[in-house]
């Protein structure tokens, strides 16, 4: 793929800067190139950012809610290409990397979901031109031809359904222009190994009220991380994609959208390198020297990796109806992801340190249909209104493979002579179905000219099923014949086992013997369970205007998340239970002021949510067994304030920032009924991925030189203080598993064609080379630790080019 990339590289010239750090204004046409006039371009306010937070197009500050808007000009400049790259803009947005993209998520205000169940739910929704994405891991794609970014803290579950208990980032991507015209970017970055990056996005106008846009990406890095086993650089990827749009405008006020897109990507990412020293001296030393977050070294035979495609297909009708607007979206995806990784992070297997690999194919599709209809705005009462229906399928086949041997001293490589070795395996087949039913409505009741109620109302039904067979071969017997577990994986599971644990366990066998004894009963059918809850969740506020400068709010808010199972590999028969749905109840004020003409937007917010059935990893009694698992953990609760910022002092120069305070903690890890609270998460601990400070502050500048080039400068900084990776009960793990605080600052210089005809940009990088984890968990070879180091970590250089048409 790099010498294709190259060779788009020569052919389409060079890339953008650092333009504005703001959203689409009010009124503001969609062109593209040199149809874009840049001194009215430079001219629009902070004040006339237009969002859709609520589901109509509205000024950001008449919005009662916090929310965070990044222009994809802002995106852009800032080398943000995925939601990962976005936390470092976005104060109270956290991600949790991981080694491939579906156990990763997002956290708002210091909440969000950790699990590797097939069939838990994120608490973060992903949204992209009004889809709702159903797995958090199809949304964290390539950031490309995007009009702006939205995220909104606290729960969003009146307007846009149950997985936005901790909040909503929603996307929009660029529409057709009028002209045909569009642009060519290109770009090469090194320093932390090398990448190529090309960009195409054409308008072809197909009618007077038919419009068209087609994008397309492929980008190549070679990654940040050298596996010493194999000679090869890891944590890279291969990504190429094309997005399509379509708009008709036909008579009486109806507008057709069809936008369809495609996407592969094979990334070796990520490699989970060893950043402690390991207690066996033999592992130690066939491990690369281990430095903490400055460790870019492992040594591993297999290389852990993510495959994916994904495609989908969206037609969205929108008409007037009198003075309303209804709204109709379809959409149906799919959504492809092969994992593969090395699960022992060791290059071969020893005695005690056994030799764990993993392959994971999964195949997922989503259907959903939303309606709407929308009140204009200026009347005595507003209201939103609208139903949604999704049917989310996913299936994956999972098998593990493993090299065990005994008979000599630990760390004794495999391979020695006179050692018994046996490679068990297993495979299992499990998915999920998810179905939402949901029917909701807001309103707004404008008293006065500045006195407005809020209140809003959402029914949701909720079907939840799955399944789950697993088949392991070559395991190890007791006295009695029954198969015992080998290093990571278990016995046989099914229907059949899981029919005998209950014979079992009502003719007065102890759960855990009765647990291993029913594996003998294995039929080959599939387990299977169903759950189904119904939901109530609102909100309610009031929403005050001072002056058209100043406008205050109050809400109180009902978060919702549907219940789920913990499937996974190696489910047994004691994880069987239904995880019951998490709810959460938000308070949230705000002043949003708007000084200097229009030119300084300044929004502050405070914040208080009490979550209560927290799903996460807990440890609970199941029929007598103490077991960890996700599950309903207990309560948690954050609160804070946050600030977002931005400034046009003069046309040619933007300024964007925010900071926010967050504390999030546990209240009460519910404790198992027979009183063990072993590996309870203490009261007031930390929760994961929820530093207490955040703060971000960009700038651009454009120097008109009176001639044919103008001179960019740009640059932003973020920082974070330190935050937990894993959540655990044990203090020394969580001490051993923060992350240190950083800060990190990035710089650029452009030329720019005084009619924006081409823009050519140089970058930096991680000026300061700051190094840090992206997570550290717990379980490496000999209580070693494993750190995932990302991009951000090391500094970088780019030169990028833009030319448009």
């Not at 090309?198 to 990406?217: C, E, K, N, Y």
């Not at 997922?364 to 200026?378: I, Y």
């Not at 609208?386 to 098998?399: D, L, W």
Request: net charge negative.
């Amino acid at each position: 793929m790099t010498s294709r990339i190259v060779g788009q590289l020569l052919a389409g010239a060079a890339l953008f800067a650092a333009a504005p750090a703001f959203a689409q204004a009010a009124g503001d046409q969609q062109q593209s190139g040199a149809t874009t006039d840049p001194v009215e371009q430079a001219s629009t306010n902070p004040a006339d950012i237009v969002v859709t937070a609520q589901r109509r197009e509205e000024r950001l500050q008449d919005v009662p809610l916090a929310v965070t808007v990044v222009s994809g000009e802002a995106l852009a400049a800032a080398n943000v290409n995925t939601i990962e790259n976005a936390q470092y803009l976005v104060p109270t947005l956290n991600f949790r990397k991981s080694g491939t993209s579906i156990n990763q998520s997002l956290f708002l205000r210091g909440v969000g979901t950790s699990t590797f169940s097939i069939a838990g739910e994120p608490s973060v929704s992903s949204v992209v031109d009004g889809v709702v994405f159903s797995r958090a891991g199809e949304a964290f794609s390539d950031l490309v031809d995007i009009e702006r970014l939205e995220v909104l803290r606290g729960p969003q579950g009146t307007l846009f359904g149950k997985n936005a208990s901790a909040g909503v980032v929603n996307i929009t991507t660029k529409r057709p222009g009028e002209k045909f015209g569009g642009y060519v970017e290109a770009g090469y970055f090194t320093g932390n190994g090398d990448e190529y990056r090309t960009r195409v996005a054409l308008d072809v106008p197909l009618g007077p009220d038919v419009r068209s846009r087609i994008t397309g990406f492929a980008s190549d890095w070679d990654g940040n991380i050298r596996n010493t086993t194999l000679g090869l650089r890891v944590n890279g990827f291969e990504r190429w994609g094309f997005r399509g749009v379509v708009e008709a405008d036909v008579p009486n006020d109806v507008r057709f959208t069809l936008i369809g897109d495609y996407r592969e990507a094979n990334d070796d990412c990520c490699g989970e390198l060893i950043g402690t020293t390991p207690s066996n001296a033999v592992i130690a030393q066939v491990l690369p020297v281990a430095r903490g977050d400055r460790t870019r070294e492992l040594a591993q035979n297999l290389v852990t990796a993510t495959e994916e495609k994904s495609w989908g297909v969206s037609f969205q009708a929108e008409a007037s109806l009198g003075r309303n607007t209804i709204t109709s979206i379809t959409s149906y995806r799919e959504f492809d992801n092969r994992e593969i990784r090395d699960g022992d992070f060791l290059p071969r297997a020893f005695v005690g340190f056994n030799e764990l690999h993993d392959d994971g194919p999964q195949v997922s599709d989503t259907f959903t249909q939303e309606v709407r209809l929308t009140s204009p705005g200026d009347q005595f009462l507003t209201y939103t209104l609208g139903a949604f229906y999704s049917r989310a399928y996913t299936e994956r086949t999972f098998s593990r493979f493993d090299i065990v041997c005994a008979g000599g001293a630990a760390g004794t490589p495999c391979t020695a002579p006179g050692l018994t070795v046996t490679t068990p395996s297993g495979t299992a087949n499990f998915g999920s179905v998810f179905k939402n039913l949901a029917f909701y409505g807001q309103t707004e009741l404008n008293l006065t000219d500045q006195l407005r109620l809020i209140g809003g109302l959402r029914y949701t039904n909720d079907e939840l099923s799955v399944f789950h067979s697993r088949v392991a071969t070559g395991l190890a017997r007791n006295a009695a014949g029954v198969p015992q577990a080998a290093p990571g994986i278990q016995p046989n599971f099914d229907q059949g086992v899981f029919d005998r644990y209950l014979q079992l366990v009502a003719a007065g066998v102890a759960p855990g013997a009765a647990a291993g004894q029913a594996t003998v009963a294995s039929n080959g059918i599939p387990f299977r369970a169903k759950t189904t809850n119904d939901n109530w969740s609102g909100k309610a506020g009031v929403q005050y205007e001072f002056s058209p400068e100043a406008t205050a709010y109050a809400s109180w808010t009902r978060g919702y998340k549907g219940p789920a199972f913990n499937v996974f590999f190696n489910l047994n028969a004691t994880g069987t239970n239904v995880i019951e749905p998490e709810t959460a109840d938000s308070y949230e004020a705000g002043l949003k002021t708007t000084l200097f003409d229009g030119r300084l937007v300044l929004n502050v917010a405070g914040f208080y949510a009490k979550y209560k059935n927290f799903q996460a990893n807990n440890p609970d009694e199941v029929a007598g067994v103490i077991v960890t698992r996700f599950t309903n953990a207990g309560t948690i609760s954050t609160r804070g304030a946050e600030l977002d910022l931005l400034f046009r002092p003069v046309d040619d120069l933007s300024i964007s920032g925010g900071l926010a305070y967050t504390d999030a903690k546990v209240d009460r890890f519910r404790v198992p009924s027979n009183g063990n609270n072993t590996g309870v998460i203490p009261s007031g601990t930390r929760l994961a991925y929820a530093p207490e400070w955040k703060a971000s502050l960009a700038a651009d500048y454009r120097i008109r030189t009176g001639g044919g080039l103008d001179i960019g400068l740009g640059g932003d900084a973020a920082y974070q203080s330190e935050q937990l990776s894993q959540f655990d009960a044990n203090p020394a793990v969580r001490e051993a598993t923060t992350i240190e605080g950083y800060t990190l600052v990035n710089l650029a210089a452009s030329l720019i064609d005084a009619a924006d005809r081409f823009r050519l940009t140089a970058q930096v990088r991680n000026v300061f080379d700051k190094s840090f984890a992206a997570s550290i968990t717990a379980g490496g070879p000999a209580g070693g630790y494993r750190y995932i180091i990302p991009r951000e970590a090391d500094r970088y250089y780019g030169i990028t080019g833009r030319v448009n048409f």
